[in-house]
């Protein structure tokens, strides 16, 4: 234990040497290679730095407060020791640097070690035996950033972006040998633009409260990355006013066609400028002109203050302000990348200068804003003519060139195209003056951008903040030409949040762990913190934080954990509150002991107040409910690819996060009496968690074999697939091209186009289903995609994720992601195994017992959601469907074409099977009749006369979305609820899912509440009976259990009672149960048990 401790501590502070290392240094190989050098160039090694650095100050806080303990025992006194380079041989070769981490999962002693683990330093000598091994460590900041100040410089010994950019004055310089030149640099933010293309680019994102917040997203975004990409000094948001401007004066059509604001866009204008205003960014307006026009002021004036300008815009009309100091950032593909323009760049797209842009829109026109061009004329014809002839006066001066369709075209617009040029003209010169003082970037209010953020729920903002502390204002190096053109949206800048009171945490070793149990058990629950490193194939527990009334300890556990603290952890009459209890027991249990008495797991419950969330990440919650930040611990990057969490990163880590479980667990308590939602935790999902691990650790066994035959199969019949379809058009292409498709479907064969997305038209599967037959192409298209996906996702996919220490594929299953309740399952998904196509099922066909002594035997629930339907319907018919046994779909098949039971055909009962299911998930006409390729008209006529036989269905539709609209939820029959805030959107699309989701959710989450609580009693039965089967998977409606040979029978039947049992409806609760030596390849079992 201490050599694990030491050696973190070793190698993750930079102290002063010991008397002993001062007084006869040790030279190393690489330390004479270096003063060989200095020796070379006395000028390189009177600039180099001294080579130890002063130690460091102790660790910034985080924003957790525990009042301080007595401490258990005296704190030890640690020298730290001085980080030198391990000793080489002389006469080994100089090895290079690793440029990208090696893959393979550490061992516990490696962990918590800092930096490269090819740089060990020395040992210290170890501490006196009898000295208490308990020390008080406080927190760390979130990013774990030293804060040692560098020698000969105030500014903070590493910077917090990590910057090569940084300098000791806190400016931003280039780096050594860099020549650019340094200017100051002003953004100047077209807002009204960034919000409408980010209100229509960016999906749907409404917060929990309901409000839609999507082009508030998209414009912090875009804001964030501008801020990153360009380093501004100085920076300005410019916003039209809601008043006509001189262009609607001089012309009544210009905008006509644009449609009024939406309502859902309206309010997050004001979100936007509360953005704007947090972070201390003004904003310009001016009564009679655009945006543009007050960027377009703005700028020239700050060009002529020598500021280097970048104007960021959601549409290329600034293109004509850009000059040698002024460059547009916009957004192309949508709204992932950005793109910034100088006069190289426009010359290399439309062949043109900048100020031939507006002849340039003149003449091909905007339908965006209305401004009519000629007819006829597009972007290539517009780009010609004005790179041909200078400008429309060029254009103009001489037609008798053109061609009599393009002469005549020119002519009779002339005055249209003039009056065109005047719309689109950006003016300049304006009653607008540009502040320096104003526009100059400082501190920002980084508590109020972050309550905004937390109000938003932008989680995956909050990282992306530059520094509160940071000088915002300093100088910046020039892009250079072309430069930072294109970047992702996602920043991932590594900027520490801003400090906050320290947590006292102690550092337990083996000495202590009594000490520590007994303070435990006189307190009598205790929060649980697993400290995992998940970078694996299984978690592995690096260490454990405990917090117990007002105290906190950790312990690394490179040997697994100490006896006194397994005791505490195994004790079931401890309560336990965790956070993931699911990865914190596997983790455990791999390091030889359990977790038992768990009361409080506060993800589920989190999930469970709020299903609808995407996220129950402890930090986030911490940060909402308790106003806390819980560090995070760093990961190896492309910067730092061997960047390890240090032991003090750990301990503050650890420490925080158990505090906050236990204050979140008390919480969470209150809200789920409050809300009603205890039972459903206590007797649903809390007991799930002992089941799922379990299912995880026993994996299932894959027929590699099988998988590689089949594998090699499907790669044949892609490539046969492949040839037909370049046949089918006589030519190759790339038919995993999106774009190539696009041109060939739309273009070369003239189909007819769906949806435009960001880069053209969609070639998705639904647009081509709606084009199959229109040519023979589109079907080979279809059935190559079927297929390479079986071949790359499952065919070869699964066997590289095969244990090979068990031979088995170990899934994640999620129990907090679903709204509905359902679980999912990660690495790999078998949710998403097909099992609708012939070629489909053979991939379950790989799915084998572990043994040829064992079987798989599956239990599946038969229409388990349409007897929840029935049951929360109450329409009789239904309800005596299912309790006489009859076939449903048949029966409704019979009363929606007219005809007997018995004459109902195949064909009929297809469609009935379809329209019984799809009530469930809200189908209309439409959705049916392209489903089944019937006539919209006749699938209308069969919904009818379904409702018609089933009218308490209908009367269940619609009070379901009566309540939800008055409610704002709907609930599952256990209680689950579902917040659904679109009910009332008066965006079609958005009201439609809505309503979808309210009909749905109460059947499918009832489904799924059953269906855990059967899991729980089929695992407590199989324990309870001493039998060797157990159960590996849960798919839908389906278990699927690994039993011996002898076993069978009694596990079917087994599987039959707790299933049905499991819940009590009005209709009966169906298993069917199937055994055989693979997933695929099972025969039906009959077991003489009433369900």
Known sequence: MRDLLGASRRASWHGTPSRRSRAAPRSSPSRRRRSSRARRSPARAAARPPSRLPPPPRPPSIALVVP????????????????????????????????????????????????????????????????????????????????????????????????????????????????????????????????????????PLTTTKGELANATFGFASILLKSLEQTTPQHIAAAFDLPVPTFRHERDATYKATRRPMPDELRPQFERCKQILEAFGIPMYSLPGYEADDVIGALSRQAEKLGLETIIVSGDLDPLQLVTPRIKLMTTRQGFQNTVIYDEEMIKQRYGLRPDQMVDFKALKGDATDNIPGVPGVGDKTAAKLVAEHGNLEGVYADLTGYTPRLREALAANRDQVLNSRELATIVTDLPVTLEPERTRRSTYDRARVLELFRDLEFRSLVPRLPPADQNLAAPAPTLPPGGGRAGQLQLGLDAPVAAVPPVETALVEDVDADTVAEAVRRVGAVAVHADVDMSGRHPLLVGVALAAGERAWYLATPDGVPGPIAKILEDETIAKTVHDAKTARRALRRAGTDLAGLVMDTMIASYLVNASRRYHALEDLAAERLKLEVPTLPVADRKDPYRTPTLEERVARGGAGAVAAARLGDIFGEELDRLKLERLYRDVELPLVAVLVEMEEAGIAVDLGYLRSLGEEFAREVARIEREA??????????????????????????????????????????????????????????????????????????????????????????????????????????????????????????????????????????????????????????????????????????????????????????????????????????????????????????????????????????????????????????????????????????????????????????????????????????????????????????????????????????????????????????????????????????????
């Open 68 to 203: 301080e303990a007595p401490p258990l025992a005296r704190p030890r006194r640690v020298r730290p020791a001085r980080r030198t380079q391990a000793r080489r041989a002389p006469s080994s070769p100089r090895r290079r640097p690793r440029l990208l981490p090696r893959r393979t999962a550490r061992s516990p002693s490696q962990i918590g070690r800092s930096g490269s683990t090819r740089r060990r330093p020395r040992r210290p000598p170890s501490p006196k035996k009898g000295r208490r091994a308990l020390r008080r460590w406080p927190s760390a900041s979130r990013r774990g950033r030293s804060s040692a100040p560098r020698r000969g410089c105030g500014s903070s010994w590493r910077s917090p972006s990590r910057s090569s950019r940084s300098s000791c004055n806190g400016g931003s310089a280039p780096p050594s040998g860099d020549t650019r030149s340094v200017t100051e640099r002003l953004v100047l933010i077209d807002s009204n633009s960034l919000i409408y293309r980010a209100f229509f680019a960016v999906p």
């Open 726 to 1091: 370049y046949d089918a058009v006589g030519h190759d292409f790339a038919i995993n091209s999106p774009k190539q498709l696009q041109s060939l479907l739309f273009e070369e064969l003239k189909l007819p186009r769906g949806r435009r997305t960001g880069t053209g038209f969609s070639t998705d599967a639904t647009v081509l289903e709606e084009l199959r037959g229109a040519h023979p192409v589109i079907e080979k298209i279809l059935e190559y995609r079927e297929i390479e996906k079986l071949r790359s996702t499952y065919a070869e996919g699964l066997g590289g994720l095969v244990d090979p220490e068990t031979r088995r594929v170990h899934t994640t299953f999620e129990q907090t992601v679903a709204a509905t309740g359902r679980l999912s399952s990660r690495g790999p998904n078998l949710q998403n195994i097909p099992v609708r196509t012939p070629l489909g099922r053979r991939i379950r066909r790989a799915f084998v017992a572990g043994s040829p002594d064992m079987v798989l035997v599956a239990a599946d629930y038969s229409q388990i959601e349409l007897r929840v339907l029935a049951h929360v319907s109450q329409d009789p018919a239904l309800v005596e469907a299912f309790r006489s046994g009859a076939d449903v779909h048949r029966r409704t098949a019979a009363a929606g074409f007219g005809v007997a039971e018995s004459e109902v055909t195949r064909e009929q009962r297809d469609v009935a099977k379809m329209l019984n299911f799809g009530i469930i998930y809200g189908m209309s006409d439409f959705g049916l009749a392209w489903r089944m390729q019937m006539p919209r008209e006749e699938a209308q006529r069969f919904i009818d006369e379904y409702f018609k036989r089933y009218a308490q269905v209908r009367r269940y539709i619609i009070e379901t979305k009566a309540f939800c609209i008055e409610q704002g939820y709907v609930e599952t029959l256990l209680g689950r609820r579902r917040y659904i805030p679109d009910m009332t959107s008066r965006v079609n699309a958005v009201r439609n899912a809505a309503e979808r989701m309210a009909i749905n959710m109460p059947i499918q989450g009832t489904a799924a509440d059953i269906m855990k609580i059967a899991m729980s009693r089929v695992h407590r039965r199989l324990h309870e009976s001493e039998l060797h089967a157990r159960v590996l998977l849960q798919v839908h409606d389906e278990l699927v259990a690994e039993v011996p040979r002898a076993e069978v029978d009694l596990v079917a039947r087994l599987l039959c009672e707790e299933m049905g049992g499991a819940y009590e409806l009005d209709v009966p609760l169906v298993v069917d149960v199937r055994s055989g030596p693979n997933w695929e390849e099972m025969q039906r079992l009959e077991v003489p048990v009433a369900a």
